[in-house]
């Protein structure tokens, strides 16, 4: 393949920061088809369109996800990328990688591939960019069989879940972030590798409310470790705090001077719920009216822990602006025990159930956070069998009317006209 004229894409190597464009290039020296996504990128730019098509579904036998088919709309002017699809490696729980594993990945992907790469996708997976569709049952042959690796999600299934580090280096985990999520991308292999759903659907596991993957912004069912006892205050650190001897934000803003400490106006003043107050000296917490935060705990890592009776709270709904909007998942399950004691036993039976209802009432190329939407949080939790509570409501209510349902009204609605009559004759 020939080397491209890239003004455009030059100019994108002059400025402060690393640069793709620099990478592709001296990929391109052992890869000459990098060269072709360069020339064709230029040409995107100049003509401020794509020329990538999508031309079909391609896969791999047996597995409906894991590939995304991606072709040159100009293949005999960018020969190297005619085909260049994108395979998604599932990625270890919390992206622990030995190196061993990852020159053994980049050895086949060198071997089968562009040798260009995205660590990581959106979701979490390895990302390999590039190849011809002749190459992936080899390429996937290799993975499977030589590496006990697999492909990750695609299309309308279960995406590859995600989790924080939890608790292999994470003090706040509330439960062990990594066992659930591996435990149930074990058990959900079928919908991961099928797709079966109306549209995509994600886990994403985060041991405590900091939310380190963002599971309350981008997945369908967010799993948010969290306590339900009372936070526990270390007060002689808390002191220690006051008269600056530790630092605060765990030394995060040290070589800045901001001046001394202030509890009142660093911690007490931003709590969101304003429950926590000093009094004869120590810090004092209404827990009851407590929101999980994290700003108080995060701010004095040395007074403050999370309570010790711990589980997650489960949240429904999240998604990207697709239809309606991004939107922020829904607290639907304020407690519940996460563990591998009992094989995760309730979060498996809640997932199914939503899962359940979804595919029935669900539209084609539609998150269940818009089928939520589009039904109404009430029928929602209702048909999962759970009592409303005031974590759910986003505002107060503007509609003045109430619509009751025939089991909410004694004797249901049904009257019987003559027996009125009686009751009202004149």
Not at 9 to 18: K, N
Not at 58 to 71: S, W
Not at 178 to 195: F, G, M, N, S, V
Not at 301 to 326: F, H, M, N, T, Y
Request: aromatic share 10%; charged share 25%.
């Amino acid at each position: 393949m020939a080397k491209h004229e890239t003004p455009l894409l030059d100019q994108l190597e002059t400025g402060p920061w690393p640069s793709f464009v620099t990478d592709l290039k001296k990929q391109a020296e052992t890869k000459p088809e990098v060269y072709d996504i360069l020339g064709q990128l230029e040409l995107s730019y100049k003509d401020r369109i794509t020329h990538w098509k999508h031309g079909g579904i391609v896969g791999v036998f047996g597995y409906g996800g894991g590939i995304v088919g991606r072709y040159s709309d100009l293949p005999e002017k960018f020969p190297g990328v005619e085909h260049f699809h994108t395979i998604r490696v599932a990625q270890p729980a919390s992206k622990y990688y030995s190196t061993a594993n990852l020159r053994k990945l980049m050895d086949l992907w060198e071997k089968h591939g562009s040798a260009v790469t995205n660590f990581h996708g959106s979701t979490g997976d390895i990302i390999l960019l590039g190849t011809r569709t002749e190459n992936l049952e080899p390429f996937f042959w290799d993975l499977t069989h030589e590496m006990g690796q697999d492909l990750g999600g695609s299309g309308s299934n279960l995406r590859t879940p995600a989790c924080c580090l939890g608790q292999s280096r994470c003090e706040w985990a509330c439960y062990d972030t990594q066992e659930a999520c591996y435990q149930l991308t074990l058990k959900y292999q079928d919908e991961i590798h099928r797709p079966a759903f109306p549209y995509k659907f994600k886990f994403k596991f985060s041991g405590c409310p900091n939310d380190c993957v963002a599971a309350i912004a981008r997945s369908d069912i967010s799993v948010i470790g969290t306590w339900r006892d009372e936070i526990r205050i270390d007060q002689a650190a808390v002191k220690e705090y006051i008269a600056g001897n530790y630092p605060a934000n765990g030394g995060a803003h040290s070589g800045r001077d901001w001046g001394k400490f202030d509890i009142q106006k660093e911690v007490i003043d931003l709590c969101p719920t304003q429950c926590m107050w000093m009094e004869g000296g120590e810090l004092k917490i209404d827990d009851k009216e407590c929101t999980r935060c994290m700003h108080c705990i995060n701010v004095m890592p040395r007074a403050l822990r999370p309570g010790a009776d711990q589980g997650a709270s489960i949240l429904v709904g999240a998604k990207a602006p697709i239809l309606e909007g991004a939107q922020m998942s829904t607290l639907i399950i304020p407690f519940m025990k996460v563990s591998a004691d009992n094989e995760y036993e309730e979060l498996v039976e809640f997932i199914e159930k939503v899962w359940d209802w979804w595919m029935e009432v669900g539209k084609n190329r539609e998150r269940v956070g818009e089928t939520m939407q589009r039904v109404g949080l009430p029928t929602f939790i209702k048909v999962m069998e759970i009592e409303p509570i005031p974590q759910m409501i986003k505002e107060p209510r503007s509609n003045p009317y109430v619509f009751w349902s025939d089991e909410e009204v004694p004797g249901g609605f049904e009257r019987d006209i003559d027996e009125f009559r009686r009751r009202h004759a004149a």
